[in-house]
T-cell receptor, first 113, second 115 residues
């Protein structure tokens, strides 16, 4: 069974700092990995999707990488802003014999002005 | 905006009553999903659909049923609500049926409280 872990559960940084959020998974036979953002009381917003054949994806100040062999993905946020404060979730499809999306529990990010 | 709406957005009900949540999409995507989100558990898949009248179970399907009689609507029913089903329910769609590009987009959620 695929398991997805995000450490740390919470992270607090000063504005302007570059930061990395981590996601690890137990079965490397994945189809793709998706990063989401969730604001309090809101739904999930898709940030980036990395297909299993890709190593990274970029969107603005965000860069996501994927290393299937080590079972890891990272989300890099450059020049963080208070508006980046949210919970960030990683989820992946495939692995463990399933095509369904399996989520980590998220990292709650606070960017302090 | 993936054109996904959920109704109701908030509901309070009593144990033992039936509850139906609706997910509506405007873009005729084939795949639709129901998740629940709980503190300490994250998001978990309840049921999903890969076409009209085609549905399958997810990780936490006990106590839930679904129906999809039209492409645009996916209904989640709690036949007899229990307090353990108090949760936030999210609907999602996927525009692609390609395994390597199964990007999912989520609705705004329904907060359900079972007293």
């Amino acid at each position: 069974k695929q398991e997805v872990t995000q450490i740390p559960a919470a992270l607090s940084v000063p504005e302007g700092e570059n930061l990395v959020l981590n996601c690890s998974f137990t079965d490397s036979a994945i189809y793709n990995l998706q990063w989401f953002r969730q604001d309090p009381g809101k739904g999930l917003t898709s940030l980036l999707l990395i297909q299993s054949s890709q190593r990274e994806q970029t969107s603005g100040r965000l860069n996501a990488s994927l290393d299937k062999s080590s079972g890891r993905s990272t989300l890099y946020i450059a020049a963080s802003q208070p508006g980046d404060s949210a919970t960030y979730l990683c989820a992946l499809t495939g692995g463990g014999g399933s095509e369904k999306l399996v989520f980590g529990k998220g990292t709650k990010l606070t960017v302090n002005p | 905006d993936a054109g996904i709406t959920q109704s109701p957005r908030h509901k309070v009900t009593e144990t033992g009553t039936p509850v139906t949540l609706r997910c509506h999409q405007t873009e005729n995507h084939r795949y639709m999903y129901w998740y629940r989100q709980d503190p300490g558990h994250g998001l978990r898949l309840i049921h999903y659909s890969y076409g009209v009248k085609d549905t399958d179970k997810g990780e936490v399907s006990d106590g839930y049923s679904v129906s999809r009689s039209k492409t645009e609507d996916f209904l989640l029913t709690l036949e007899s609500a229990t307090s353990s089903q108090t949760s936030v329910y999210f609907c999602a769609i996927s525009p692609s049926d390609t395994r390597s590009y199964n990007e999912q987009f989520f609705g705004p959620g329904t907060r359900l409280t079972v007293l």
